[in-house]
């Protein structure tokens, strides 16, 4: 199996960008990903590097790739399988003014450095944590230049899906020839809604398969996870969350009646039952996380 390191790394999405490896579809590959941090681990230097104003959004997160599928085209899709994640040494959360629900009342820059024994993130005091690591971004390329490269649209970007862990698919559209898949800013474990303003970000060594899905022409990003099928928002009408939402469910009821041939208003209805729309998990703004759309998975699988 061939491995992609993480030295081979971009900040920006650009259609025009040297693939850093091609692969086949079906293929599987090892892909190191460095934290958010890119390896800094104390306050000042991590200050000193990723300050940048009041905008979380332009922090340049180093994303592994980009990763050239063969014959992928526009219309096209990529299924991303996640068969193993598995962080590395230690992970890092951070708190800066700006971020997180009590912005107001924390202000300062402050670092909680965790080590990771085992299964476990240990916590400052020795509380273990549980590792469940999932990829926070991950994205293929549109046509023109994005920059940086995690801001969310219906290519992907910083998602913060932290449902997305091993077990679970991604599939995204694809804008440009070969795709041009990267992914990066990966956590060790994250809590509801990351309240502080980070998860426990980490380096990851990621086990995926990719599949090409011919003209599948998808809207936006669709997720499997190991309870939900979702259908991931995107921020196109400069961050109107109801719009975005909206958007979604017309979106999975599309899914529900013209690929699984239910009627409109059973469609409707089934998804007021199992299904969800979910805010983004900010209360800050739109752009730092996806708001997404889900079907219960057991619901949605008996649809054949």
């Given at each position: 199996?061939?491995r992609?390191?993480?030295?081979?790394?971009?900040?920006?999405l650009?259609?025009?960008?040297?693939?850093?490896?091609?692969i086949?579809?079906?293929?599987?590959l090892?892909v190191?990903?460095w934290?958010?941090f890119?390896?800094?681990?104390?306050?000042?230097?991590?200050?000193q590097?990723?300050?940048?104003?009041?905008?979380?959004?332009?922090?340049?997160?180093?994303?592994t790739?980009?990763?050239?599928?063969?014959?992928?085209?526009?219309?096209?899709?990529?299924?991303?399988?996640?068969i193993r994640?598995?962080?590395i040494?230690?992970?890092i959360q951070?708190?800066?003014?700006?971020?997180?629900?009590?912005?107001?009342d924390?202000r300062?820059?402050?670092?909680?450095l965790m080590?990771?024994e085992?299964d476990?993130?240990?916590?400052?005091?020795?509380i273990?944590?549980?590792?469940?690591p999932?990829?926070g971004?991950?994205?293929?390329t549109?046509?023109?230049?994005?920059?940086p490269?995690?801001?969310?649209?219906?290519?992907g970007g910083?998602?913060?899906?932290?449902?997305l862990?091993?077990g679970?698919?991604l599939?995204?559209?694809?804008f440009?020839?070969?795709?041009?898949?990267?992914?990066g800013?990966?956590h060790?474990?994250a809590?509801?809604?990351?309240?502080a303003?980070?998860?426990a970000?980490?380096?990851?060594?990621?086990?995926?398969?990719?599949?090409?899905e011919?003209?599948?022409?998808?809207?936006?990003?669709?997720?499997?996870?190991?309870?939900d099928?979702v259908i991931?928002?995107?921020d196109k009408?400069?961050g109107d969350l109801?719009?975005?939402?909206?958007?979604?469910v017309?979106?999975?009821?599309d899914?529900?009646v013209g690929e699984?041939g239910m009627?409109?208003?059973?469609?409707?209805?089934?998804?007021?039952?199992?299904?969800?729309?979910?805010g983004?998990?900010?209360?800050r703004?739109?752009?730092?996380?996806?708001?997404?759309?889900?079907?219960?998975?057991?619901v949605y699988?008996?649809?054949?």
């Open positions: 199996m061939r992609l390191t993480k030295d081979k790394h971009i900040y920006d650009d259609p025009d960008a040297p693939p850093a490896i091609t086949e579809s079906g293929e599987e090892i190191e990903t934290d958010v890119q390896g800094l681990q104390d306050s000042e230097s991590i200050h590097r990723f300050e940048l104003g009041p905008d979380p959004s332009a922090l340049p997160i180093p994303a790739g980009p990763i050239y599928v063969r014959d992928a085209m526009p219309g096209d899709a990529l299924k991303i399988d996640f994640i598995t962080p040494d230690h992970a951070r708190q800066r003014p700006g971020s997180g629900y009590l912005d107001e924390f300062d820059i402050h670092v909680t080590p990771i085992g476990h993130l240990v916590f400052p005091g020795g273990r944590i549980p590792l469940s999932d990829m971004m991950v994205a293929t549109p046509t023109y230049v994005l920059h490269s995690g801001r969310i649209g219906p290519h910083d998602i913060d899906l932290h449902d862990g091993e679970t698919t599939h995204l559209p694809v440009v020839p070969g795709g041009l898949l990267v992914m800013d990966g060790a474990a809590g509801e809604a990351t309240m303003g980070t998860a970000e980490a380096q990851l060594e990621v086990h995926i398969r990719v599949t090409l011919k003209g599948r022409n998808l809207k936006s990003p669709r997720a499997l996870t190991r309870s099928f991931l928002g995107h009408n400069d109801t719009e975005c939402l909206t958007r979604a017309r979106e999975m009821l899914v529900l699984k009627e409109p208003n059973d469609a409707y209805a089934l998804l007021s039952v199992a299904g969800a729309v979910v983004p998990a900010s209360n703004r739109l752009y730092m996380s996806s708001p997404k759309v889900t079907l219960d998975r057991q699988e008996q649809l054949g």
